[in-house]
């Protein structure tokens, strides 16, 4: 190879060290058993910054030899990995992905497992390297991963960074270059080679590549290197790998452009999806009275899961307002401005003292009711198929037979029996219909917390309501529910933590 091609001492691409983050246990369990099951695998790119990987800030790039498919996957799943479906336009033949949980820290670890290497743009991953197998053969066990020699690793590397960036579209795109990151990598790659191993590796690429090829390749990565010459090595490239390609050149370049205006169409309308659990969606509620810290326990689930997953959090106890429920409110606002109806709630019903008849409210009063079970019917409708379709709800509140003061029919509580018309009992069942349509969420988590600590917790409400709200849930017994029941009077960090830890086994 010329010498300028492989200038090791060129002091502009010096090895960037990555800090060193702590190792995850997951992470750790899984190198171990794959070793312990004789799983051939290695990490196979970003070796720069494995401790990243380790400490599950990076995803892991791990290359599994293909006969080994089966063993690897009984690893993942023991070890409490879900297979996730990523979007359609991130789709890739012979590699998967993979989420677990770490539970010491929380954290979620991406494995991005590759039975066959692929590469060129981001976008369509046009190209098949069929260097698995060499690179497979040459790894070695380090501190904690498995990794391929590195002249391999840096043959394969320059290859995907031509596909990448040397091509005349992804230049006209402004896509030319190497990014900060992988010239750090190609530096490291390159303070790692030994001449005399990169000559053999070069010799076992040979019937692949060329002899010069990859020479010519490496300097067309050099900041230096013209246009002129990176297009007509990324040209010479494509040429090369022409059976090893997915699809035509002008089928690949129309997909590129096609697949840009699409993303640019996503990220503009906020569409873009996350990854979707193969194993199916999820609707997942949180219960909990006032002072149970539901709202905070909540955030924390979303950031937990949002980054990763298609995720939605809806509020079930304070749906979005149809027109209906609009004009409604209107009227009962204005009628009572006016003096038309006297202000009687759910709330003032169930805790009035003994033998205090309620007044009637009015019909409008009774109709906002309804509409609110309307609404939440809605809501739960949309988050139903959302969930259906692969996707996580989180659900603050949810409508349920164990708990009736906060989210269940009500129009019941606001009337007297005696008073009923028959009006009043045809909203009434019209009411209840809308809550049976409302079926059991598929995950439920509960935040149990004494009444009394409740009412500490919330000196600023009324003492009475909430010391009742949190009772309902206290005196409950939830031994025979499937649901995960969690001490609320916990730090809020084992709260979550506790709840975090139940939700990923329960998914």
Same mark, same amino acid.
């Given at each position: 190879?010329?010498?300028?091609?492989?200038?090791?001492?060129?002091?502009?691409?010096?090895?960037?060290?990555?800090?060193?983050?702590?190792?995850?246990?997951?992470?750790?369990?899984?190198?171990?058993?794959?070793?312990?099951?004789?799983?051939?695998?290695?990490?196979?790119?970003?070796?720069?910054?494995?401790?990243?990987?380790?400490?599950?800030?990076?995803?892991?790039?791990?290359?599994?030899?293909?006969?080994?498919?089966?063993?690897?996957?009984?690893?993942?799943?023991?070890?409490?990995?879900?297979?996730?479906?990523?979007?359609?336009? =991130?789709?890739?033949?012979?590699?998967?992905?993979?989420?677990?949980?770490?539970?010491?820290?929380?954290?979620?670890?991406?494995?991005?497992?590759?039975?066959?290497?692929?590469?060129?743009?981001?976008?369509?991953?046009?190209?098949?390297?069929?260097?698995?197998?060499?690179?497979?053969?040459?790894?070695?066990?380090?501190?904690?991963?498995?990794?391929?020699?590195?002249?391999?690793?840096?043959?394969?590397?320059?290859?995907?960074?031509?596909?990448?960036?040397?091509?005349?579209?992804?230049?006209?795109?402004?896509?030319?270059?190497?990014?900060?990151?992988?010239?750090?990598?190609?530096?490291?790659?390159?303070?790692?080679?030994?001449?005399?191993?990169?000559?053999?590796?070069?010799?076992?690429?040979?019937?692949?590549?060329?002899?010069?090829?990859?020479?010519?390749?490496?300097?067309?990565?050099?900041?230096?290197?013209?246009?002129?010459?990176?297009?007509?090595?990324?040209?010479?490239?494509?040429?090369?790998?022409?059976?090893?390609?997915?699809?035509?050149?002008?089928?690949?370049?129309?997909?590129?452009?096609?697949?840009?205006?699409?993303?640019?169409?996503?990220?503009?309308?906020?569409?873009?999806?996350?990854?979707?659990?193969?194993?199916?969606?999820?609707?997942?509620?949180?219960?909990?009275?006032?002072?149970?810290?539901?709202?905070?326990?909540?955030?924390?689930?979303?950031?937990?899961?949002?980054?990763?997953?298609?995720?939605?959090?809806?509020?079930?106890?304070?749906?979005?307002?149809?027109?209906?429920?609009?004009?409604?409110?209107?009227?009962?606002?204005?009628?009572?401005?006016?003096?038309?109806?006297?202000?009687?709630?759910?709330?003032?019903?169930?805790?009035?003292?003994?033998?205090?008849?309620?007044?009637?409210?009015?019909?409008?009063?009774?109709?906002?009711?309804?509409?609110?079970?309307?609404?939440?019917?809605?809501?739960?409708?949309? @988050?139903?198929?959302?969930?259906?379709?692969?996707?996580?709800?989180?659900?603050?509140?949810?409508?349920?037979?164990?708990?009736?003061?906060?989210?269940?029919?009500?129009?019941?509580?606001?009337?007297?029996?005696? @008073?009923?018309?028959?009006?009043?009992?045809?909203?009434?069942?019209?009411?209840?219909?809308?809550?049976?349509?409302?079926?059991?969420?598929?995950?439920?988590?509960?935040? =149990?917390?004494?009444?009394?600590?409740?009412?500490?917790?919330?000196?600023?409400?009324? @003492?009475?309501?909430?010391?009742?709200?949190?009772?309902?849930?206290?005196?409950?017994?939830?031994?025979?529910?499937?649901?995960?029941?969690?001490?609320?009077?916990?730090?809020?960090?084992?709260?979550?933590?506790?709840?975090?830890?139940?939700?990923?086994?329960?998914?």
């Amino acid at each position: 190879m010329a010498g300028a091609s492989l200038d090791f001492d060129d002091p502009s691409l010096e090895p960037v060290t990555a800090p060193s983050g702590s190792t995850l246990r997951l992470v750790r369990d899984l190198c171990e058993r794959l070793e312990d099951e004789g799983v051939e695998y290695c990490h196979w790119k970003s070796n720069d910054v494995l401790e990243r990987s380790a400490s599950g800030e990076n995803d892991l790039d791990l290359l599994v030899r293909r006969a080994h498919q089966s063993a690897f996957c009984e690893v993942v799943h023991r070890l409490g990995f879900k297979q996730v479906r990523i979007p359609r336009y =991130r789709e890739m033949p012979g590699v998967l992905d993979y989420y677990g949980c770490d539970e010491e820290s929380g954290k979620l670890v991406h494995l991005h497992v590759h039975y066959q290497l692929v590469a060129g743009d981001d976008r369509t991953k046009n190209y098949r390297i069929p260097l698995a197998d060499p690179l497979l053969d040459s790894s070695a066990r380090g501190e904690l991963f498995r990794t391929p020699a590195s002249e391999l690793e840096f043959v394969v590397f320059v290859v995907r960074m031509i596909l990448k960036h040397s091509v005349w579209d992804a230049m006209l795109e402004g896509f030319g270059r190497l990014s900060p990151a992988e010239r750090r990598e190609l530096a490291y790659l390159r303070s790692r080679l030994d001449p005399r191993r990169l000559e053999d590796a070069l010799a076992q690429c040979a019937p692949l590549f060329g002899r010069g090829l990859i020479d010519a390749c490496v300097a067309a990565l050099e900041p230096g290197a013209s246009w002129w010459q990176r297009a007509r090595c990324g040209a010479r490239l494509q040429r090369q790998l022409r059976a090893h390609t997915r699809r035509s050149y002008p089928v690949d370049l129309a997909l590129k452009f096609w697949r840009r205006l699409e993303l640019g169409l996503r990220r503009r309308t906020g569409r873009m999806r996350g990854v979707r659990l193969e194993s199916g969606g999820a609707l997942i509620a949180v219960l909990g009275g006032d002072g149970s810290g539901k709202t905070t326990t909540i955030e924390a689930l979303e950031s937990w899961l949002a980054p990763s997953f298609d995720l939605r959090r809806i509020h079930l106890g304070k749906p979005r307002w149809s027109l209906a429920t609009v004009v409604v409110r209107g009227i009962v606002r204005l009628g009572r401005a006016l003096g038309f109806y006297p202000y009687v709630t759910t709330a003032s019903v169930r805790y009035a003292g003994p033998g205090e008849a309620p007044a009637f409210p009015g019909y409008p009063v009774l109709l906002r009711e309804l509409c609110a079970a309307r609404d939440r019917r809605i809501a739960f409708s949309r @988050a139903r198929r959302f969930a259906n379709a692969g996707g996580l709800v989180i659900c603050d509140r949810f409508p349920t037979s164990q708990i009736a003061m906060m989210d269940g029919p009500q129009i019941g509580h606001l009337v007297a029996p005696e @008073a009923r018309t028959k009006l009043v009992n045809r909203l009434i069942a019209l009411e209840r219909g809308y809550y049976e349509g409302i079926t059991p969420p598929d995950c439920t988590l509960v935040l =149990r917390l004494d009444p009394e600590l409740a009412v500490v917790r919330k000196p600023e409400d009324d @003492a009475s309501s909430v010391r009742a709200r949190a009772g309902e849930i206290w005196e409950r017994d939830w031994s025979v529910q499937r649901v995960c029941v969690v001490d609320a009077s916990r730090p809020r960090s084992e709260v979550s933590s506790a709840a975090e830890s139940w939700i990923w086994r329960a998914l």
